[in-house]
């Protein structure tokens, strides 16, 4: 977790459990991120990431004590395909992790290789221009010497 926030990044969480849910799953984790309660999904269907859990498999989480009619609220059954976004300050997307099977998700050294990559590309960004803008000057310095020399 400290990889991802050393670098000045956010780690949020959203899950179609209510409130009540949160704060258990929080307590039980003891997670150190943001979880944000989307009963109503608007979240997760804005980002294409909502699925239906069969009835085999709800039975299956039932077995192991999940019950997701009490954690979510409702008997929609629904929950999000884990997936990963980096979002940027302006509210860009700049990198997406989704995979249908929810057990290929990114690992913590993965998602820090990815923010870092997209740093780099901006500190590259940032770099052009900073030459760029330094040509510019140049050119405006002589431009400047050779008025000066006509006058």
Do not use: W
């Not at 926030?5 to 943001?34: C, M, W, Y």
């Not at 954690?71 to 997406?96: F, H, K, M, R, S």
């Not at 995979?99 to 690992?107: E, G, I, M, Q, T």
């Amino acid at each position: 977790m400290n990889l991802i926030t050393d670098k000045g990044a956010h780690l949020i969480t959203v899950s179609p459990e209510i409130e009540r849910s949160v704060e258990k799953s929080i307590q039980q984790s003891n997670a150190t991120f943001e979880i944000i309660s989307d009963k109503n999904y608007e979240i997760m269907n804005l980002y294409g990431v909502t699925f239906k859990i069969e009835e085999p498999t709800l039975k299956k989480y039932k077995l192991f004590g999940i019950d997701l009619e009490e954690a979510n609220g409702n008997n929609e059954n629904i929950l999000p395909v884990p997936a990963t976004y980096i979002i940027n300050q302006n509210g860009t997307v700049d990198y997406i992790h989704f995979d249908k099977n929810y057990k290929n998700r990114l690992s913590v050294a993965e998602i820090v290789k990815q923010f870092q990559s997209i740093l780099s590309n901006l500190l590259y960004l940032l770099y052009q221009i900073q030459q760029r803008c330094n040509h510019i000057s140049n050119n405006n310095s002589q431009l400047q010497s050779q008025k000066q020399r006509k006058n």
